[in-house]
Structure formats: structure tokens, C-alpha cells
């Protein structure tokens, strides 16, 4: 017999942007391993994979969440041709930077702020990723993280040779 009340589902599609090689491809590999290399959209070079994840809604109640992950596989120029198709009907993005190059998190501002041009406002979650190369990293955890689980707020950069620090506005 049909179960009389089924775990709602919902579906949930997730952009990716990021600067090149800061690990936004691994990082949907390692999350979707059973269904990555699903499918590519040659014509603006994105590739999607899925997965489904269990999750709690606000009021405590389970809710089914199939996440489609889309990945850019280009770079530059991308945002001004194809932004609108990648970012169509998008409930989120994930925005990810490198520990190692400082300028992959300025980087994320101008990204950002295509995405707002292209979408309006939307949830971003910023991800601080090459976590194990803490000895070259030119970017470090913001004081107050929970310790053993990372920052909570995208980590601040290294303070300039002025003293002052260059801190995104995300
Ligand atoms: N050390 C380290 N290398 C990583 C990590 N994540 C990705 N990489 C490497 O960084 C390079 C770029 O990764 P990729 O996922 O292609 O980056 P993308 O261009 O942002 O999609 C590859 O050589 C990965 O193996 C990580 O957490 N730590
Ligand atoms: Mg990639």
C-alpha cells in the first residue's frame, strides 16, 4: 500500500562559480561520486550532476532535497555570454575559493556581483577549499570559527604589509 504521507521532496538547483582550479569540480565529484558525469551541456559548458540529499525543513521535518549541481568547465568571458542560461532558475550558488591565492577570494566580489546582476539576490555559500595546504595558505580562518569545523563566514585574507586588512565584501 502507497505510504499515506511521503517525505516531501523538493528539487534544488546549485551553481557553482569560482575562479579556475580552485577545486569546484572535485568538490561536486566528491559530494555526487554515484552520479557525476550525469550529463554536459556542450553549449555553455557546464556540466550537471545530481544527488539526493535528506534534509530537515525548518519546522523539524524530514524533506527529501534533489540537488542538481551545475559546474562551469570554462572560464572568463563565460559570465557576460552565458550567465543567464547557467543561472536560470537557480536556488543557490556555491562560491569557492582557494586557501592558496589570496585573490581567488577577492575574486568572488566580481563573480557575485554577476550573479546578482543575472538572478537578483540569492543564498551563496562560500567555501574556502585546499583546506590541507594550510602552510601556503595566503588566506586564514577568521578568529571566532568553531574550532575543528572551520569558519562560518567566508575567512578574511591576509592582513597587507600596511597593517590593514583587505577584507571582501561578499
Ligand atoms: N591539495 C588540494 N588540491 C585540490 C583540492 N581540491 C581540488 N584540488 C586540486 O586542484 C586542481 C583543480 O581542481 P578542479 O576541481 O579541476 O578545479 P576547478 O577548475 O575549480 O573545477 C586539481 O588538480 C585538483 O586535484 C583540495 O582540497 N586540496
Ligand atoms: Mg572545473
Known amino acids: 500500500m ?3 504521507n511521503p517525505t516531501p521532496r523538493m528539487k534544488a538547483k546549485i551553481c557553482t562559480v569560482g575562479e ?3 577545486g569546484k569540480t572535485s568538490l561536486i565529484r566528491r559530494f555526487a561520486a554515484d552520479k557525476f558525469d550525469g550529463e554536459y551541456i556542450r553549449t555553455i559548458g557546464t556540466l550537471i550532476s545530481k ?3 535528506s534534509v530537515e525543513d525548518p519546522m523539524g521535518r524530514s524533506l527529501e ?3 542538481v549541481l551545475w559546474d562551469i568547465m570554462g572560464r572568463q568571458g563565460f559570465m557576460d555570454l552565458l550567465k ?3 543561472f536560470y532558475k537557480a536556488h543557490g550558488v556555491l562560491a569557492v575559493c582557494d ?3 589570496a585573490h581567488t577570494l ?3 566580489e566580481g563573480w557575485l ?3 546578482y546582476n543575472a538572478t537578483g539576490p540569492l543564498p551563496v555559500v562560500v567555501l574556502a577549499n585546499k583546506w590541507d595546504l594550510q602552510e601556503q595558505a595566503e588566506i586564514r580562518e577568521e578568529e571566532g570559527g568553531v574550532p575543528g569545523r572551520g569558519p562560518r563566514r567566508p575567512p578574511l585574507p591576509h592582513q597587507r604589509e600596511d597593517g590593514g586588512e583587505r577584507v571582501p565584501r561578499l
Open 2 to 4: 502507497a505510504d499515506a
Open 20 to 22: 579556475e582550479a580552485v
Open 51 to 53: 544527488k539526493t540529499v
Open 65 to 67: 532535497v534533489d540537488a
Open 84 to 86: 543567464d542560461a547557467y
Open 99 to 101: 586557501i592558496t591565492r
Open 106 to 108: 577577492e575574486a568572488l
Open 113 to 115: 556581483q554577476g550573479v
